[in-house]
């Protein structure tokens, strides 16, 4: 090679993948290359066009659009385009255009697809994007994990190990003792002769606390010292479930139960891990407390449990549910701590958690969001005061326990936030009949509703009535559909700059604003057209899956896209609190590694393109 | 030794044929064989050489040629497969402050051919082609002296000086350019074109043919198809 071409080996070094080629294969590629220049404004690629070469960018930019004028992302110096053109057979499908003046390095078609066919690590740069890049991405932190929370998120039904031993509660201790000794059992479970209901359990513990300890006969029937009607938990919940249940009754053997059979019983043996330990063991700490202070004091460590949490590996999703359950934890025991000082409450009520918390996606700097719906038994001048000094009772506890005043007074202290049924529903009624762009931004904080504490009854009466409304409501949905449009994800990243759509730019990033919320907001839509229970953002894109309104590529797409998306937020979140900083939704470019980067735009542009078949979906132009 | 009419002209092509009728052989008559691109042929089906030369002093009737560079276009992309750098070995010693200025040394410049080989390459390679240097004088006048000692004949090429044409520009848009800014390096900034460190034959032409695209691309965003013509004039 003539000596002089050594700037441009040395420029093509310092362009991935061009870096990771041997040497010698490198310093044939600089005799081989054309050279073009496209001033500002100047098409460099259109649709359609045959391409023979591959285009790396000396220097200038350029912006490659789709075919209907969007923007799909912005290049700079170093940066390659037209690669997935020649793998796919060389018909370009986009449009490029510089912006800046460019001067552009051209590597033919067949030197391209030599060095893919010859060094694979070269090919698998540009192996799958978007979609299947992230995917692959997820699954690669998913597996990661096997071994520790991804335990926590596992169905109770999975760890049922045998049938359970079952035996008549009259039988004599003696013989229950000599039946869990040949089980090799460590609790056995008691059933009346000729019926199938579970009146008790009997565990090793029980033996040794309440028989050998009290010096009961051991020709005692069982029925003297088991314990009655113990709590039991559903098949299909998680084994986080399992432990949270077990921790609030102090009860170490769950009977689980599937379609009314009791099919098995788990314990901690099998179920524990040092992750889920943390929050379990928080939870068991709230519910010991008896008074604000000791709750706050409890509350200091939810930095550390985000911390360590993020630092093994569990998936977004656990970690927001565990933040969740804490927050869930305090209410609850906020209102228990009510009740001791202010006695119980007049008329049945139901607290309910709405926002983030009410999906059980809770972040570290989540703000506080809750209503109070009443019985309509309620008559203010008689009852408004209780609830009145419960809710500020309340809500000033969670706020001293480190989750602040929501900003937009979505709170139970607020007085229209507390209400009887009968108001609330007029008002949804309101809400959807009439959607007035306050209204559907109300909507989109109360249709997130999670029963905290108080009648549940009450509680799931309401949101029936609510859920039976919406779908049938076309109007309202695209309103409901115009409002989760708001919030666009951006293009991509430049430079160091964050891409919006139309060109302009950014120097922070604010992931939740533009990348979890239009995921929820879209979720919202879907699960309200179809009345669907879940909250959850992931629980409502599967129900949307299997109702057949997203294609399972669409739902998984969006779910891989939205644990990317908060991963890297929590993340962020951690390295934050690591430093003693405060947490924040705020990124600037410059922290974003390449792998980030590149898989937050594919995140990113999965969400673009649901957010484009929704505005179809619900015609929203036609409403606006 | 060539007609009185010869400076009166700037049609290459009656150069070409009289010269055509008087060089009975040899390389300068290969390169004559084929005709001189037309003034009307739009830019895109021309071909381009980029030239640079390394002399030991600026004085073409003493000085002598020691390295050549050349880069190629074709419908205006660069063609590195085709570049070439090509040392020559001059007769006499290498001047002291032209060693300093290019780094090709006399041991360096051993290893190279005569300028009596190389010219019929470099000939060969300029045939039906457009010269385009920076600063072209430099260039012409040392190929025209070269042809001319070995040959005895002067050389016909058509030639765009990317230094004459950024003065127009420059001059067009009523500004003045002060010293130092025609410089090529001064040039290429303007066009957001890289920083080359080197500076030798190979890399100059390299830099005259990018800025040569440059300058080209910005005159066609008038709209109008160019031709040889805008840019001679």
Sequence with gaps: MEIELIEILEFLTSCPPFDILPEEVRQTLPATIHIRYARRGAEIMAPGDALDTLQIIRTGAVEIYQQNGHLITRLDEGTIFGAQTILRGGTAVSRAEAIEDTLIYQLSATVFQNLCRDHAEFRDYFGPVGADRLRSAVQRAENGQESSFGLMASLVVEHISRKPVCMSPDASVKEAARLMTDAKVSSILLVEEGGSDLVGILTDQDLRTRVVAEGVSLEAPVRTVMSQSPTTISAHRTAFDAMLIMAQHNQHHLPVHRAGKIIGVVSPHGLLQNQCTSVIFMVSEINKQRNVQGLVEVCTQIPQLLVSLSDSGTTAQSISHAITVVTDTVTRRLLRIAERI???????????????????????????????????????????????????????????????????????????????????????????????????????????????????????????????????????????????????????????????????????????????????????????????????????????????????????????????INLTRIRHQAKQLRIGADPNNYFSPKELSHFERDHLKDAFLIVQTMQSSLEQRYQVSRFL | MVPFWWNCTHVLEFRRRWLLDHVKSGPLRDYLMTPVPSRRRPLDSLDFMALDLETTGLDAKRDEIISVGMVEMRKCRINLETSSHLLVNPQKEIPEESVILHGVTDDISKTGATLEEIMPRLLDALTGKVLVAHYARLEVTFLQAACRRLYGYPLVVPVVDTLRLESKRLKAGNRYPKAGDLRLDAVRMRYNLPRYRAHNALSDALSAAELFLAQVSHRAASGRMLTLGDLLR
């Design chain 1, 342 to 564: 202010m006695g119980p409450a007049p008329v049945p009520f139901a607290w309910a958690a709405a926002g983030s918390q009410a999906r059980d996606e809770q972040t570290i700097q989540s703000d506080q969001d809750h209503c109070l719906l009443i019985d309509d038994s309620y008559v203010k001048s008689k009852h408004g005061q209780y609830f009145r000094d419960l809710a500020r009772f309340v809500t000033d506890g969670l706020n001293a326990c480190g989750f602040v005043y929501c900003p937009g007074d979505a709170m139970a202290t607020n007085p229209q936030w507390r209400q009887p049924v009968r108001t609330w529903r007029r008002m949804f009624r309101h809400w959807i009949t009439e959607p007035t762009p306050k209204a559907v931004m109300l909507c989109s904080i109360f249709f997130d509703l999670k029963f905290i504490e108080g009648d549940e009854q009450l509680f799931w009466a309401f949101r029936e009535c609510v859920l039976n409304n919406t779908g049938s409501n076309r109007i309202f949905l695209a309103h409901l559909a115009a409002n989760a449009l708001r919030n666009q994800p951006p293009v991509g990243f430049f430079r160091n700059f964050v891409l919006i759509d139309g060109g302009e730019h950014d120097d922070t990033l604010n992931l939740k604003k533009n990348g979890v919320i239009p995921i929820v907001d879209l979720a919202r839509v879907y699960s309200l057209e179809r009345g669907i229970h879940a909250v959850n953002t992931k629980g409502r894109l599967q129900k949307a899956r299997d109702e057949g309104m997203l294609s399972p590529r669409g739902a998984r797409d969006l779910l891989d896209a939205l644990e990317f």
